[in-house]
C-alpha cells in the first residue's frame, strides 16, 4: 500500500501551488498576477482534494476488510502521516521556488537603480533592460497629485499574502478515513507559518520586495517638476485677466513650450525598474496636454484681445465721425465742432494710430504661432486699418465745411448786434418821455411804463450777455452797448419816484382811513415813513430844471411826506398796550374833548381833523405813565407765575416711612423767595404801583407767611433728621414705655 500510495503522489508532486511568470512574460497588474496565482492554487488543492484522495480511499476500501481494528488504527496514522508530509512537502516546495522567483529581482543594496539612472541607460541600446513581472502605472488630476494607481504597499501585501494562502491549504485538509470509517482525528497535521523554512522564506521575499520598492518610490521624484501643471489652470486664467505687454505674453507662451519639450524627452512613456514596469503613459499624456492647452488659452486671449481692440478701434472712429460732422446751426456747436476738429488733430489720431500700431504687433505674434484666425477676423481687421487711414481724410472735408458756416454764424452775429444796438436808441427815447408826466393821479400809468421798460432792459442785458457770450466763443472782442448802462441809469430816479408815489399813496390810505388806529404797528409806521421820507430828499436833486415836472413831484412828496411824520408820536402814544385801563381812556376822552376805548373804531383821520396832535404832551404824559404801571403789573404777574413750576421734592427718609424735603427744593425756595421779596418792597415805593396797592400788599404778605412756614419746617425737619437715628437704636427703644 505504501508503495501504491508513493506512486499516486508521483502524479501530484510537480503540481505547485504557484503557477509563475517566467522572463519571457509580458508584465501584468498585481490584480492579473493575484488572480492567477490563486487559480492556480485553488486548481492544485482541488486535485488533492479530489482525485488524490479518491484514489488514496479507494486503497483504503480494498485493504479495509482483511485488518483487524488495530491493525487499521495503525495503517490509517502511518498513512495520514505520510500524506501529511507529502502536502508538507509540496507546500514547502511551493513556496521555495516562489522564493527562487524572487531571487531573479535581488541585488546588492548598491545596485539597485535609480529611476534617474534607468533613463538615461535605457538611452543607449546596448544596456540590459531590468527584469520586470509587474506593471503599475500613473496618474494624476487637478484634484489629486500623481501617484501609483496601486498603493505600493498594498502590492508588498498581495505579493506576501500569497504565502499564507499556501500555507492555509494544509488547514482543515480532511484525513482519507473519515469518509469509510470513524476516527476521533478530523484532519491532518498542517503546516505552519513559524515553520522555520517557511519563515526564512517569507523573510527573503520580504526583503526583496522592500528593497524594490524603495527604489521604484523614486519614480515619483522625476515628476515633482511638472506637478506645477495640474493646477496652472487658475494661474493662466489670473494671468490673462490681469494687464500684460506682449513681451510677458511671450514668456509665458515660451515657458510651456518649453516645458511640453523637456517633458517629451525627459519623461519616458515607461519605466522599467527592477521587478515592476512603471506606466507613465496617462501622467505624460495629460501634463503634455496641460502645456498645450495653457499654449492654446494664450493664444486665444491674444485673438480676443486683437478682436476686441479693433473693435474699440471702430468704435473710436465712429465716435470721432459724429462729433466732427454735427451741423454747426449755432455758435455753441461751431465752437465744440472746432474744437473736435483740433482734438483729432492733436491728440485722437496720435491714439488712434498708436493703438492700430500696437493692434498689428499683437497680430504678428499671433501669425508667428500655430494659432489660426478666421477669414472673418481679417477681413475686421482690415476694415479697421481702412477708418484709421480715412481719419484725416474725414477731418479735412469736415474743416472746410465747418470754416463756411463760421462765417455764415459771424455774419448772423454782426447783424444781430446791429439790431440790439437799435432797440437800445428806442429804449432810451421811451426813458425820456417819462418827464413828460405831471401829476401824482398819473402813478398807475407811469409805474406800469416804467415796469415794463425793467422789463425790457432785464431781457436787454441777458441779451446783450448772449451776444458777449458768443462773441467770447468765437475769439472776438465782447462788445459794451454804453447805452444799455446808459439807460438803466436814466430810468432809475424815475422808478424810484413813482414806486415812491404809489407806496405813499398805499400806506397814507391804509394809516389814516382804512385801518383803526390801534391797529396799528408804529415800529413800521416810523421805519417806512423815514424810508419814504429819504428817497423823497434824493429825488428832489436826482431831477433837475431839466425836468420840471419830476422835480415838481419830488418835491410835493417830500412835503406830503414831511407833514405826515408830524403825526408818528401820537400814533405811538395811542398805540401803547399799557393803555389798557378804562381810567385811562377817561383821562385821554377828557383831554381830546372826544369820547374814546380801545375797542371803538378811531381811525387816523378823524385824530388829525380834531387837532389832537395840539394836545400831544399831555397825551404822552398819560401814555408814560400807563406804560410803567404796565410794567409793574407785568412783573408781579410773573412773580406768580414763576411759583407755578416750583415742584416740593419729598424723599423717603430710610425704612421711617416718614418723608423728608430735598436739599434741592429748600435752596430752589429759599432763593426765590429772597428774590421776589426785594422785588416786591421795590415795587411798594414806586409811585406807578398806588392804583393797585392793595394787590402789591397782599401779595407781599403771602411771601412772607410762606418764608415763615418754610423755615418753621426745616428746623423741624433738621432736629428730626439729628434725633430720629437716636431714638431708633435698639438700646434706647428698650428703655421706651411700650
Same mark, same amino acid.
Given at each position: 500500500?505504501?508503495?501504491?500510495f508513493?506512486? $499516486?503522489?508521483?502524479?501530484?508532486?510537480?503540481?505547485?501551488f504557484?503557477?509563475?511568470?517566467?522572463?519571457?512574460?509580458?508584465?501584468m497588474?498585481?490584480?492579473?498576477?493575484i488572480?492567477?496565482?490563486?487559480?492556480?492554487?485553488?486548481?492544485?488543492?482541488?486535485?488533492?482534494?479530489?482525485?488524490w484522495?479518491?484514489?488514496?480511499?479507494?486503497?483504503y476500501?480494498?485493504?479495509?476488510?482483511?485488518m483487524n481494528?488495530k491493525?487499521?488504527?495503525?495503517?490509517?496514522?502511518?498513512n495520514?502521516?505520510?500524506?501529511?508530509?507529502?502536502?508538507?512537502?509540496?507546500?514547502?516546495?511551493?513556496?521555495?521556488?516562489?522564493?527562487?522567483?524572487?531571487r531573479?529581482?535581488e541585488k546588492?543594496?548598491?545596485?539597485?537603480?535609480?529611476?534617474?539612472q534607468?533613463?538615461?541607460?535605457?538611452?543607449?541600446?546596448?544596456?540590459?533592460i531590468?527584469?520586470?513581472?509587474?506593471?503599475?502605472?500613473?496618474?494624476?488630476?487637478?484634484?489629486?497629485?500623481?501617484?501609483?494607481?496601486?498603493n505600493l504597499?498594498?502590492?508588498?501585501?498581495?505579493l506576501l499574502?500569497?504565502?499564507?494562502?499556501?500555507v492555509?491549504?494544509s488547514?482543515g485538509f480532511?484525513?482519507?478515513?473519515?469518509?469509510?470509517?470513524?476516527?476521533e482525528?478530523?484532519f491532518l497535521?498542517?503546516?505552519t507559518l513559524?515553520?522555520?523554512?517557511?519563515?526564512?522564506a517569507t523573510?527573503?521575499?520580504?526583503?526583496?520586495?522592500n528593497d524594490?520598492?524603495?527604489?521604484i518610490?523614486?519614480v515619483?521624484?522625476?515628476?515633482e517638476?511638472?506637478?506645477?501643471?495640474?493646477?496652472e489652470?487658475?494661474?493662466?486664467?489670473?494671468?490673462?485677466e490681469?494687464?500684460?505687454?506682449?513681451?510677458?505674453?511671450q514668456?509665458e507662451i515660451?515657458?510651456?513650450e518649453?516645458t511640453?519639450k523637456a517633458?517629451?524627452?525627459e519623461?519616458?512613456?515607461?519605466?522599467?525598474?527592477s521587478? $515592476?514596469?512603471?506606466d507613465c503613459?496617462?501622467?505624460?499624456?495629460k501634463?503634455l496636454?496641460?502645456?498645450?492647452?495653457?499654449?492654446?488659452?494664450l493664444?486665444?486671449?491674444?485673438?480676443?484681445?486683437i478682436?476686441d481692440?479693433?473693435?474699440c478701434i471702430?468704435?473710436?472712429?465712429?465716435?470721432i465721425?459724429?462729433?466732427?460732422?454735427?451741423?454747426?446751426?449755432?455758435v455753441e456747436?461751431?465752437v465744440?465742432?472746432e474744437?473736435?476738429?483740433?482734438?483729432?488733430?492733436?491728440?485722437?489720431?496720435?491714439?488712434i494710430?498708436?493703438?492700430?500700431?500696437?493692434?498689428?504687433?499683437w497680430?504678428f505674434?499671433l501669425?508667428?504661432t500655430?494659432?489660426k484666425?478666421s477669414?472673418?477676423?481679417l477681413?475686421?481687421i482690415?476694415q479697421?486699418?481702412?477708418?484709421?487711414?480715412?481719419?484725416?481724410?474725414?477731418?479735412?472735408?469736415?474743416e472746410?465745411?465747418?470754416?463756411?458756416?463760421?462765417?455764415d454764424?459771424e455774419a448772423?452775429l454782426?447783424k444781430?448786434?446791429?439790431?440790439?444796438?437799435?432797440?437800445?436808441d428806442k429804449i432810451?427815447?421811451?426813458?425820456d418821455?417819462l418827464?413828460?408826466f405831471?401829476s401824482?393821479?398819473?402813478?398807475k400809468?407811469a409805474?406800469?411804463?416804467?415796469?415794463a421798460?425793467?422789463?425790457t432792459?432785464?431781457?436787454?442785458?441777458a441779451?446783450?450777455?448772449?451776444?458777449?457770450?458768443?462773441?467770447?466763443l468765437?475769439?472776438w472782442?465782447p462788445?459794451?452797448?454804453?447805452?444799455l448802462?446808459?439807460?438803466?441809469?436814466?430810468?432809475?430816479?424815475y422808478?424810484?419816484?413813482?414806486?415812491?408815489?404809489?407806496?405813499?399813496q398805499t400806506y397814507?390810505?391804509q394809516?389814516?382811513k382804512e385801518?383803526?388806529i390801534?391797529?396799528l404797528?408804529p415800529?413800521?409806521v416810523?421805519k417806512e415813513?423815514?424810508m419814504m421820507?429819504?428817497t423823497?430828499r434824493?429825488?428832489?436833486?436826482a431831477?433837475?430844471k431839466?425836468?420840471p415836472h419830476?422835480?415838481?413831484?419830488?418835491?410835493?412828496m417830500?412835503?406830503?411826506i414831511?407833514?405826515?411824520?408830524?403825526h408818528i408820536?401820537?400814533?405811538?402814544?395811542l398805540?401803547?398796550?399799557?393803555?389798557?385801563?378804562?381810567?385811562?381812556?377817561e383821562?385821554?376822552s377828557?383831554?381830546g374833548?372826544?369820547?374814546m376805548t380801545r375797542d371803538?373804531?378811531?381811525?387816523l383821520?378823524?385824530?388829525?381833523?380834531?387837532?389832537?396832535y395840539?394836545?400831544?404832551?399831555?397825551?404822552?404824559e398819560i401814555s408814560?405813565?400807563?406804560?410803567?404801571?404796565?410794567?409793574?403789573?407785568?412783573?408781579?404777574?410773573k412773580?406768580?407765575n414763576d411759583?407755578?413750576?416750583?415742584?416740593c421734592e419729598?424723599?423717603?427718609w430710610?425704612?421711617?416711612?416718614?418723608?423728608?424735603v430735598s436739599g434741592?427744593?429748600?435752596?430752589?425756595v429759599?432763593?426765590?423767595?429772597?428774590?421776589?421779596?426785594v422785588?416786591?418792597?421795590?415795587?411798594?415805593?414806586?409811585?406807578?404801583?398806588?392804583?393797585?396797592?392793595n394787590?402789591?400788599?397782599?401779595?407781599?404778605?403771602?411771601l412772607?407767611?410762606?418764608?415763615?412756614?418754610f423755615?418753621?419746617?426745616?428746623?423741624?425737619?433738621?432736629?428730626?433728621?439729628?434725633l430720629?437715628?437716636v431714638?431708633a437704636?435698639e438700646?434706647?427703644?428698650?428703655?421706651m414705655?411700650?
Amino acid at each position: 500500500c505504501t508503495l501504491t500510495f508513493k506512486n $499516486i503522489w508521483s502524479e501530484y508532486e510537480p503540481k505547485h501551488f504557484l503557477s509563475l511568470p517566467t522572463k519571457e512574460d509580458p508584465p501584468m497588474t498585481i490584480e492579473e498576477f493575484i488572480k492567477n496565482q490563486n487559480s492556480r492554487l485553488a486548481e492544485v488543492k482541488a486535485a488533492l482534494t479530489g482525485t488524490w484522495m479518491k484514489a488514496i480511499q479507494d486503497i483504503y476500501k480494498a485493504e479495509i476488510h482483511q485488518m483487524n481494528k488495530k491493525q487499521a488504527y495503525i495503517f490509517f496514522e502511518s498513512n495520514a502521516t505520510l500524506m501529511a508530509n507529502q502536502l508538507r512537502i509540496l507546500i514547502t516546495n511551493s513556496i521555495l521556488e516562489y522564493r527562487e522567483f524572487f531571487r531573479r529581482f535581488e541585488k546588492k543594496k548598491q545596485d539597485y537603480k535609480m529611476p534617474q539612472q534607468i533613463i538615461q541607460e535605457e538611452k543607449d541600446p546596448k544596456t540590459p533592460i531590468e527584469d520586470v513581472f509587474l506593471v503599475v502605472k500613473l496618474d494624476c488630476d487637478e484634484k489629486k497629485p500623481i501617484s501609483f494607481n496601486d498603493n505600493l504597499q498594498s502590492i508588498r501585501s498581495e505579493l506576501l499574502k500569497l504565502i499564507e494562502n499556501i500555507v492555509y491549504v494544509s488547514h482543515g485538509f480532511y484525513r482519507a478515513e473519515n469518509t469509510i470509517a470513524r476516527s476521533e482525528k478530523m484532519f491532518l497535521w498542517p503546516v505552519t507559518l513559524e515553520d522555520l523554512v517557511i519563515q526564512n522564506a517569507t523573510k527573503e521575499i520580504e526583503i526583496i520586495i522592500n528593497d524594490n520598492i524603495e527604489c521604484i518610490e523614486h519614480v515619483l521624484e522625476i515628476f515633482e517638476k511638472y506637478a506645477f501643471l495640474l493646477h496652472e489652470e487658475d494661474v493662466v486664467q489670473s494671468f490673462i485677466e490681469g494687464k500684460h505687454t506682449r513681451k510677458e505674453y511671450q514668456a509665458e507662451i515660451n515657458k510651456y513650450e518649453q516645458t511640453y519639450k523637456a517633458l517629451n524627452q525627459e519623461i519616458p512613456f515607461y519605466i522599467r525598474m527592477s521587478m $515592476i514596469l512603471i506606466d507613465c503613459t496617462e501622467v505624460k499624456k495629460k501634463l503634455l496636454a496641460i502645456c498645450q492647452k495653457m499654449i492654446r488659452k494664450l493664444l486665444k486671449a491674444i485673438h480676443n484681445y486683437i478682436h476686441d481692440q479693433a473693435g474699440c478701434i471702430t468704435n473710436e472712429y465712429n465716435r470721432i465721425i459724429e462729433e466732427i460732422s454735427g451741423k454747426a446751426e449755432t455758435v455753441e456747436k461751431l465752437v465744440e465742432l472746432e474744437a473736435n476738429l483740433e482734438k483729432v488733430r492733436k491728440v485722437k489720431y496720435n491714439e488712434i494710430t498708436t493703438s492700430f500700431k500696437d493692434l498689428t504687433e499683437w497680430l504678428f505674434m499671433l501669425y508667428s504661432t500655430n494659432h489660426k484666425i478666421s477669414e472673418s477676423d481679417l477681413s475686421r481687421i482690415s476694415q479697421t486699418s481702412d477708418q484709421v487711414k480715412r481719419i484725416m481724410e474725414e477731418v479735412n472735408n469736415n474743416e472746410d465745411r465747418i470754416r463756411k458756416e463760421r462765417d455764415d454764424l459771424e455774419a448772423k452775429l454782426r447783424k444781430r448786434k446791429h439790431e440790439f444796438s437799435d432797440n437800445l436808441d428806442k429804449i432810451v427815447a421811451q426813458i425820456d418821455r417819462l418827464k413828460e408826466f405831471s401829476s401824482p393821479l398819473q402813478s398807475k400809468d407811469a409805474n406800469d411804463i416804467i415796469d415794463a421798460l425793467n422789463k425790457t432792459l432785464n431781457d436787454y442785458q441777458a441779451e446783450m450777455n448772449d451776444i458777449n457770450q458768443k462773441e467770447e466763443l468765437i475769439g472776438w472782442q465782447p462788445t459794451e452797448f454804453p447805452k444799455l448802462a446808459e439807460a438803466v441809469a436814466a430810468l432809475k430816479p424815475y422808478d424810484q419816484l413813482w414806486k415812491l408815489v404809489k407806496n405813499f399813496q398805499t400806506y397814507h390810505s391804509q394809516w389814516t382811513k382804512e385801518k383803526v388806529i390801534f391797529k396799528l404797528d408804529p415800529e413800521f409806521v416810523e421805519k417806512e415813513t423815514k424810508m419814504m421820507l429819504s428817497t423823497a430828499r434824493k429825488m428832489t436833486t436826482a431831477f433837475t430844471k431839466a425836468t420840471p415836472h419830476p422835480l415838481s413831484i419830488a418835491n410835493k412828496m417830500l412835503q406830503e411826506i414831511t407833514a405826515f411824520s408830524q403825526h408818528i408820536p401820537l400814533v405811538r402814544c395811542l398805540c401803547n398796550p399799557g393803555l389798557n385801563k378804562p381810567y385811562h381812556w377817561e383821562e385821554i376822552s377828557a383831554i381830546g374833548e372826544y369820547p374814546m376805548t380801545r375797542d371803538k373804531e378811531v381811525y387816523l383821520k378823524t385824530l388829525i381833523e380834531l387837532e389832537f396832535y395840539t394836545k400831544l404832551p399831555k397825551l404822552e404824559e398819560i401814555s408814560d405813565f400807563a406804560s410803567k404801571e404796565y410794567t409793574n403789573e407785568k412783573i408781579l404777574e410773573k412773580m406768580k407765575n414763576d411759583w407755578a413750576e416750583i415742584v416740593c421734592e419729598l424723599k423717603p427718609w430710610k425704612d421711617t416711612g416718614t418723608f423728608a424735603v430735598s436739599g434741592n427744593t429748600v435752596d430752589e425756595v429759599q432763593q426765590l423767595l429772597d428774590d421776589q421779596m426785594v422785588k416786591t418792597q421795590t415795587m411798594k415805593g414806586s409811585p406807578y404801583a398806588k392804583r393797585f396797592e392793595n394787590e402789591i400788599k397782599e401779595w407781599e404778605e403771602w411771601l412772607k407767611y410762606t418764608q415763615d412756614v418754610f423755615e418753621y419746617w426745616v428746623k423741624v425737619q433738621s432736629v428730626w433728621l439729628y434725633l430720629e437715628p437716636v431714638f431708633a437704636s435698639e438700646d434706647i427703644m428698650k428703655q421706651m414705655p411700650t
